[in-house]
C-alpha cells in the first residue's frame, strides 16, 4: 500500500469512524442489541469489497488466534462505545474522550509490545491527547 493510499484509507477512518456515532446516536438505541446490530450491517460493506477483490485467504493458526482475540476486544470496545455514543453526556465530550483515549491505549501499546520509537514529537503527541482529555471532560 503507498503512503498516499494510507492517507486516503486515514481520511476515511477519519470520516466514517468520526460520523458513525453521531449517526447511532440518533437511534437512540444502545446496549448489547444495538451493538449487535450495528455490527451486522457493519458487515454489508466489508462483505462487498471480500467479493469484489476476490480476496479469499485462509489464515494459518498463527493469524487466527491474534484475530479471534482482537474480535472478542472489538465486540466489547464496540458495546461500550454505542453506550457511550447514546448516553447521556454531550456527544461533544464522551465521543472524542473515548477516541483519545483509545488513540493513548494504541500509542502506549505500540511503543511497548512492537517497540516502537519513543520521540519528543511521540512524547509530545500523547501530552496533547492527555490535555484534550482534561479540556473535554465535564466539569
Request: charged share 10%.
Amino acid at each position: 500500500m503507498t503512503h498516499r493510499t494510507e492517507w486516503i484509507c486515514i481520511a476515511l477512518v477519519a470520516v466514517f469512524w468520526g460520523g458513525y456515532p453521531l449517526v447511532a446516536r440518533l437511534s437512540d438505541m444502545g446496549g448489547p442489541f444495538g451493538s449487535l446490530l450495528l455490527a451486522l450491517v457493519s458487515l454489508v460493506p466489508i462483505a462487498a469489497a471480500t467479493l469484489w477483490m476476490g480476496d479469499s485467504i485462509s489464515p494459518t493458526r498463527a493469524q487466527l488466534w491474534p484475530i479471534a482475540v482482537a474480535g472478542i476486544m472489538q465486540g466489547i470496545g464496540l458495546m461500550a462505545f454505542v453506550r457511550v455514543a447514546t448516553g447521556k453526556l454531550e456527544a461533544s465530550v464522551s465521543i472524542p474522550i473515548s477516541d483519545v483515549a483509545m488513540m493513548l491505549v494504541t500509542t502506549l501499546g505500540a511503543i511497548l509490545f512492537f517497540q516502537e520509537a519513543v520521540t519528543a514529537q511521540k512524547l509530545l503527541g500523547i501530552g496533547l491527547l492527555v490535555a484534550g482529555i482534561w479540556l473535554l471532560k465535564p466539569a
